[in-house]
């Protein structure tokens, strides 16, 4: 059951760069209606599905295809152009719509399959995700094809005051990274290799989150529960972290985040079922993936606004793909012990390392071409 999961962070991984330079070179619009309508028609036909193959197919395809142009990188390329001083709280609000989601959609979903059956709670899920189409149509490529500016503002970017200086990073907007620049640069390796380690223990153990909670001696109605409730937590945590992001300092309190999501690991791996450590290990992990939204803002304010897309298509290929195993090797370690302790202690290095590395990323110093300038054609290379 993990295989399909990380064949989907390969195919995440493959389409990353591609993917992010359509979104730059197009209207965005397209990009979202055209995830929109494959992550639906992948839903319906995985109701149909009578295969493991079939089903890997679907899976792989245009489900998760789908969702990763319209619901991942369409829409935070289009936040990272709508806004600059409040790009870490504006990112963390639309990604929250996510865990908003498993609040309120998970156990209607989780009701369907039981009642229903897993066929008719895709094919319901599908005819959802295609009644959203009509939203992507309302959505704008940037404020200047209508004429505005970023944040709302009425004139050019202004320089912070200077008791703020030393603890605020507003990005020189008017200079930007291509693609091929930015991949030059170690911040963009350092960048990559932080959130390849900060989503190898969010990928392992959200795919085994239920399992997990009924080893720890939940029944699987109580680990449904906790399920939702670590998603409720995030949906607290993303605008808080993005909102404090914008005005302290994105890297200290993306390592923050990624410390509290390996200690509510340590949590999980004591706790010997009691509720109370559970709730705990929810609101901790919670953190770990709750910092998302800030560190992803940070690679806006590092490398700008035009190639936003493509740069983040790079390092979402390097993240699926170091976080690729890492499911499938939480199911081995099980398989082969009958318990998680030794797949989660790995998970923890991970976060720890994660954090070590972006407490210290340095900030790229070369800002080269202006943003009106035209990207070249073959930016999408390294």
């Not at 730059?24 to 319906?44: K, P, Q, S, Y």
């Not at 865990?99 to 009701?111: E, H, K, T, Y």
């Not at 004429?147 to 008017?174: N, Y």
């Not at 797949?343 to 009106?372: D, E, F, K, N």
Request: with cysteine; net charge positive.
């Amino acid at each position: 059951t993990s295989l399909p999961f990380s064949l989907a962070k390969l195919e995440s991984a493959l389409e990353g760069p591609l993917v992010g330079y359509l979104i730059d070179r197009f209207d965005v619009r397209v990009m979202l209606a055209a995830g929109t309508i494959l992550a639906g028609l992948g839903f319906i036909l995985l109701s149909f599905t009578d295969s493991y193959v079939l089903f890997l197919l679907v899976f792989i395809g245009p489900l998760t295809t789908g969702f990763q142009i319209g619901f991942n990188h369409a829409t935070l390329a289009a936040v990272n152009h709508w806004f600059r001083r409040k790009r870490g709280l504006a990112m963390a609000v639309v990604q929250t719509g996510q865990a908003i989601g498993g609040v309120a959609i998970f156990p209607l979903v989780a009701f369907a399959v039981l009642t229903l059956g897993w066929r008719a709670a895709a094919f319901l899920s599908g005819v959802g995700v295609l009644l959203l189409l009509p939203l992507a149509l309302l959505v704008r490529r940037s404020p200047e094809s209508m004429g505005l500016l970023p944040d709302g503002a009425r004139s050019g970017p202004r320089e912070p005051s200077a008791d703020s200086r030393t603890r605020v990073h507003w990005p020189d907007e008017g200079q930007e990274f291509t693609a091929r620049q930015a991949l030059r640069t170690p911040t963009f390796w350092l960048l990559a290799t932080f959130h390849g380690l900060r989503n190898i223990p969010y990928s392992a153990v959200t795919v085994h989150l239920v399992p997990l909670l009924v080893w720890k001696g939940l029944d699987q109605p109580m680990a449904a529960f906790f399920v939702g409730l670590t998603a409720f937590s995030t949906v607290i945590v993303r605008p808080l972290t993005g909102w404090l992001g914008d005005r302290q300092s994105k890297q200290k309190i993306g390592t923050i985040g990624v410390v509290l999501g390996a200690l509510g690991l340590l949590v999980l791996i004591a706790s010997d079922g009691a509720i109370l450590p559970l709730v705990g290990f929810a609101i901790l992990f919670s953190f770990g993936d709750g910092i998302n939204s800030v560190t992803w803002a940070l690679v806006g304010d590092c490398f700008g606004r035009r190639s936003f897309a493509t740069i983040r298509g790079w390092i979402g290929m390097l993240q699926s793909i170091a976080s690729m195993p890492a499911a499938v090797f939480m199911g081995f370690v099980y398989d082969r012990t009958q318990s998680y302790t030794y797949a989660l202690v790995p998970l923890v290095v991970a976060y720890a390392l994660a954090g070590l590395i972006l407490w210290w990323l340095p900030h790229p110093s070369r800002r080269l071409a202006p943003l009106g300038t035209p990207a070249p054609a073959a930016d999408l290379r390294p």
